[in-house]
T-cell receptor, first 112, second 113 residues
Framework: AQTVTQSQPEMSVQEAETVTLSCTYD???????LFWYKQPPSRQMILVIRQEAYKQQNATENRFSVNFQKAAKSFSLKISDSQLGDTAMYFC?????????FGAGTRLTVKP | ETGVTQTPRHLVMGMTNKKSLKCEQHLGHNAMYWYKQSAKKPLELMFVYSLEERVENNSVPSRFSPECPNSSHLFLHLHTLQPEDSALYLCASSQDYGLGELFFGEGSRLTVL
C-alpha cells in the first residue's frame, strides 16, 4: 500500500524556535516525489518544499528544510525561526505512481 | 490571487437537492483533480482528468459525477448526497498528470443536511 503517516496530530512551538514535523511513507517504488504542503486557516493549500527521491541532497527553502532518509522512508520537515504566520496544517505527500498521496496532517501552532 | 478558483466557497444542501461545484484553473495545466478533505483524515483522491479525459475513479459513489468540458474547467455534480458527504472539496491542477506539484483552490465547504 502506498501510504503516508504523520504521527503528530498537533504540535506547538514558540516564536523564533525550531520545530520538526515527522513523516513516514510506504512504497515499493524506487523513484518518486515528496512534498510538504501548508494549509493556513484560509484553507488554500500551498507547496512548502519538494524533494525528488533520486536526489541525496536534502531540499532547503529559506527557513524550511527536510531530512530525507530514503532507506528509512522518512521525510521530516524542519522549520527554523518559527513565525506566527507558520501556524497552519502541514501535510506530507508523495507521488509513487502518478497519484499524489497525503498524510492526515499535523496542526502546528506558533505561540508568541 | 490564486491560479485555481473554486465556487461556491460554501454550500448547504438537502439530501434530495442537485448542485454543482465549479473549478477553473488559469495556469495552462493539463491535469485537474478533485479531492475530498475530511477532518483528521488524509485527503482522498476522487477524480483525475488529464487532457480532458478521466484517468482515475477511485470507487467514488455515483452520486458524485465529474465533468471536464475543457482543460481549464472541472465540475463536480452532486445529487442525492448523504450527511457523511459533508466535507471540504478541493480542486487542484498540475502541469501534467503524475508529475510535479499540485496547485490547489481554496475549496468548497459542503454541508449536507
Amino acid at each position: 500500500a502506498q501510504t503516508v503517516t504523520q504521527s503528530q496530530p498537533e504540535m506547538s512551538v514558540q516564536e523564533a524556535e525550531t520545530v520538526t514535523l515527522s513523516c513516514t511513507y510506504d512504497t515499493s517504488e524506487n523513484n518518486y516525489y515528496l512534498f510538504w504542503y501548508k494549509q493556513p486557516p484560509s484553507r488554500q493549500m500551498i507547496l512548502v518544499i519538494r524533494q525528488e527521491a533520486y536526489k541525496q541532497q536534502n531540499a532547503t527553502e529559506n527557513r524550511f528544510s527536510v531530512n530525507f532518509q530514503k532507506a528509512a522512508k522518512s521525510f521530516s520537515l524542519k522549520i527554523s525561526d518559527s513565525q506566527l504566520g507558520d501556524t497552519a496544517m502541514y501535510f506530507c505527500a508523495f507521488i509513487p505512481n502518478n497519484d499524489m498521496r497525503f498524510g492526515a496532517g499535523t496542526r502546528l501552532t506558533v505561540k508568541p | 490571487e490564486t491560479g485555481v478558483t473554486q465556487t461556491p466557497r460554501h454550500l448547504v444542501m438537502g439530501m434530495t437537492n442537485k448542485k454543482s461545484l465549479k473549478c477553473e484553473q488559469h495556469l495552462g495545466h493539463n491535469a485537474m483533480y478533485w479531492y475530498k478533505q475530511s477532518a483528521k483524515k488524509p485527503l482522498e483522491l476522487m477524480f483525475v482528468y488529464s487532457l480532458e479525459e478521466r484517468v482515475e475513479n477511485n470507487s467514488v459513489p455515483s452520486r458524485f459525477s465529474p465533468e471536464c468540458p475543457n482543460s481549464s474547467h472541472l465540475f463536480l455534480h452532486l445529487h442525492t448526497l448523504q450527511p457523511e458527504d459533508s466535507a471540504l472539496y478541493l480542486c487542484a491542477s498540475s502541469q501534467d498528470y503524475g508529475l510535479g506539484e499540485l496547485f490547489f483552490g481554496e475549496g468548497s465547504r459542503l454541508t449536507v443536511l
